[in-house]
């Protein structure tokens, strides 16, 4: 009995860490779009993240955000730069982690946590 209390507590503990740190990534992503493309884009967070669906999100970001980098270069050229840059390539996970939790088909609305 005490083992499988043990192994209970010991379950919930690692979901909870998992948990925890599916939602640092979300919010990792929230930050690179507030701090890096906010500004380039003019889109609050709700409407740049409704734009696609997950599925089409998660097809943008394929082969090192390719498609994400040709698409959004071309509507905000204000952007390229840094969409083109190897700090995006490190960033692009989480971005993408951030805006398949919110896309259109996920019923989510991203809160804003005022990243200024």
């Known amino acids: 009995m005490r083992a499988l209390l043990i192994l209970l507590f010991g379950l919930l503990y690692f979901g909870s860490a998992l948990q925890a740190n599916a939602d640092s990534v979300v919010y990792q992503g929230q930050k690179v779009y507030m701090i890096k493309l906010k500004g380039s884009f003019k889109l609050d967070l709700e409407t740049f993240t409704a734009e696609h669906t997950a599925k089409e999100w998660a097809q943008l970001f394929e082969n090192n955000a390719k498609g994400f980098i040709e698409h ?25 982690a951030f805006v398949t939790t919110y ?14």
């Open 103 to 116: 896309a259109k088909d996920s019923g989510m609305i991203p809160g804003c946590t005022c990243i200024i």
């Open 72 to 96: 959004y270069s071309a509507r905000y050229p204000r952007a390229s730069r840094y969409l083109h840059s190897k700090r995006f390539q490190k960033k692009a996970p989480a971005l993408l």
